[in-house]
């Protein structure tokens, strides 16, 4: 397994899952529920950041692997996930568009482990609606996590508007994947790996 600085902010992103998760765990008579959703919200933000920043790096010092390009994902899978999962237990989020945001990760993920066992990756590789739906959410979660109005503008608001975006853009994402996946199923979708 490589270790460099690219690999290391992916695995801090995912080392601060559990410190966003068990923030908003923490008894109200301990923290405040503002100082709380401020708090988790800017740890989203940066962990959002470090998924920027070490592809940036990664490319930029040609220190890209396997591991790397297998890990980023991942991490993101889990925050994404785990902050929806936030989202529910406050009800600052619909279940149903956390069911969709979550369910399309799972399946493109397995249908881009399929694709890769068969050597069709290339029919499914990341597309611009994919980054679109990515920035949506990346934005619509902290939006949701701070839920407090900022310098006058309805940041629960925004984020909910957001979110709703990113469902919208996860199921075109999704269909456009299957879409171009669809000549491996049809020929190959009863073939023994």
């Not at 919200?41 to 396997?66: C, E, H, K, P, Y």
């Not at 279940?95 to 399929?114: N, Y």
């Not at 619509?140 to 919208?168: D, E, K, R, T």
Request: glycine share 6%; aromatic share 12%.
């Amino acid at each position: 397994m490589p270790f460099n600085l690219p690999i290391a902010l992916t695995w801090l992103r995912i080392a601060m899952i559990p410190l966003i998760v068990g923030l908003f765990y923490i008894p109200t008579d301990w923290i405040s529920a503002p100082v709380r959703d401020m708090v988790g919200a800017a740890a989203f933000v940066i962990a959002a950041l470090t998924d920027w920043f070490d592809g940036w790096l990664a490319r930029r010092w040609n220190q890209t692997s396997s591991f790397g390009a297998f890990l980023d994902p991942v991490a993101d899978k889990l925050m994404v996930c785990a902050a929806l999962l936030i989202l529910l237990d406050l009800n600052r989020v619909d279940s149903f568009i956390a069911f969709v945001i979550i369910g399309r990760e799972i399946t493109i993920s397995a249908l881009r482990e399929w694709m890769a066992k068969i050597g069709a990756s290339g029919s499914v590789a990341v597309h611009r609606l994919g980054k679109f739906k990515t920035a949506a959410q990346m934005i619509a979660i902290p939006c949701l996590l701070y839920w407090q109005p900022f310098q006058g503008v309805s940041v629960q608001l925004v984020g909910q508007i957001l979110i709703v975006v990113a469902a919208v853009l996860t199921v075109w994402s999704m269909c456009y994947y299957l879409r171009r996946a669809w000549p491996q199923i049809r020929d190959r979708g009863g073939e023994t790996l």
